[in-house]
């Protein structure tokens, strides 16, 4: 019985930290947006307009929930709770810390990659669901460009997981700092088991990883639907796309699921490659840092800073490069980053046989 | 493989050209953030103070405007004589004017001309002004004039109706009743120096 309280307790403890991350979230965008456009963003509402986003988020909840008369009623509730969940459900595998993980399952790295693709169908039916051309259409790009993107972002992962040997996300966590049971070398050479820090994360433990870390969060940005890759919104050509028709709490779900995919997919991220819950500090002689700045608190303290800070450049993307068509879209995928994430796999193997 | 190369090429270039625009764009997110200085046009550094935050945070900081700003429309009701001819030319008819002829000279305005009339309505509907200016051209005494007066934010729209006017609704009508007794006395003296040319005659 205990059980499911701990169950129910951490679950909403996940809801309430992705509730809190999506309002802190939005505050930073539309200040690092302002920012770089030479503006000041939202000042009035609280110290440096803090409280701006709760009070967007009130008036939100506040609103009436229109539903068209043409669209398809069912369909159309149930989307944005679909959308949301996919990407909720994401982060019950994810490690937080040393022993700090949801849900301990040795496949979670599939179990992530297949969950979120559910949001897929949660934007189709959106689109679908609102009878609305605009988002039919936006719902058809967001798929062709979610699963398009799913390869290369698949095969940037496969050659993390040919190093790691493992589908476990707590496990190759573990592996990339001096809590891990094999052998880390920084690039194959130097054996950097006890010294641990930066250099024992898996973009420094194979080099070619670095490249497989682009393609994956290039890929990424695309399957969040973020800038550039944002065609499924396209405010400038579709409205809001799939989301056009979505009023009041229903318009904040699908709100909250585009951030937290945003931080969904900078974890995932952080964990393939950049060292996940590991300190970037190494040890060095008698001074210890990495060993010091290891434990359950520091554990979530990395993670929080690192995924933040993929976020933040995620953010910095999206207010610097304009939109893509999608045929430049569907190019950038099939023509480059796919057969780049092959040759990383391939290279991946050839490291695992002869270097490691 | 020439084709192949022209598209690495491009891919290369599509990330160098990324690239530059990032840092262009992080190097805006670090430069100094704070508020606008708020400088007047007519200063020399107007423009090199648009490198900084653009934002002027209206309410609380405002571009000076000159003096001599053309804006909302001031009456000095004192100098006016009530000719009309602002309410005349005013291409979208926003200013209303009712006057009532006052019994004798009432006064004299500032650049001495002499005031016959009074003004018991003045309106201006500064919703409807287009800020042409015509009306301060054709003022004869220069009652009204431009002022650099420009938010004026209101709660409702009848209050952008200005009334200049400084007459109550009772002075107005007593002045009427003056006046139509001034007419009826006129009228009566008139008749009877009809009748007396008659008889006379």
Known sequence: MNFYITYFIIAAGLFAFVGIFTLFGVYAERKISAFIQNRLGPTETGKFGSLQTLADIVKLLQKELIIPAAADKVLFMMAPGIIFIAVYLGFAALPWAPGLVPSHINIGLYYVFAIISIETLGILMAGWGSNNKYSILGAMRSAAQIISYEIPAGFAIISAVMIAQTLNLQDIAMQQGILSAEKTKFLGLWDVSATGGILAWNVFQAPHLLIAFVIYFIASLAESNRAPFDIPEAESELVAGFHTEFTGPQFALVFLAEYSMMFLVSMVGVVLFLGAWNTPLPNIGSVTLATWTTGTIWGIIWMLIKTLLLVGVQMWIRWTLPRLRVDQLMNLCWKVLTPLAFACMLISGVWRLWVM | ?201
Request: aromatic share 6%; with cysteine.
């Open chain 2, 1 to 201: 493989m020439k084709s192949k190369n022209k598209m690495i090429k491009r891919a290369l270039n599509g990330l160098i050209t990324a690239w530059k625009g990032l840092s262009l764009t992080i190097k805006h997110l670090f430069k100094s953030n704070s508020k606008r200085e708020i400088v007047s046009i007519t200063d020399d550094n107007y423009f090199k103070k648009q490198g900084n935050t653009n934002t002027i945070q209206y309410p609380k900081q405002q571009l000076p405007v000159p003096e001599v700003g053309r804006y909302q429309l001031e009456v000095e009701i004192d100098d006016c004589i009530v000719c009309d001819l602002c309410a005349k030319i005013c291409p979208v008819n926003c200013i209303d004017i009712e006057s009532i002829k006052a019994t004798e000279v009432i006064g004299q305005t500032s650049d001495g001309s002499k005031k016959m009339l009074y003004a018991a309505k003045f309106d201006i509907d500064m919703a409807k002004c287009m800020y042409c200016g015509l009306c301060t051209i054709v003022c004869p005494t220069e009652c009204i004039v431009m002022t650099n007066q420009y938010d004026r934010t209101v709660f409702e729209l009848k209050d952008l109706t200005y009334e200049f006017s400084d007459m109550s609704p009772e002075d107005a009508a007593e002045k009427r009743i003056l006046l139509e007794k001034q007419q009826a006395e006129k009228q009566a003296a008139k008749l009877a120096a009809m009748k007396q040319k008659e008889s006379g005659a």
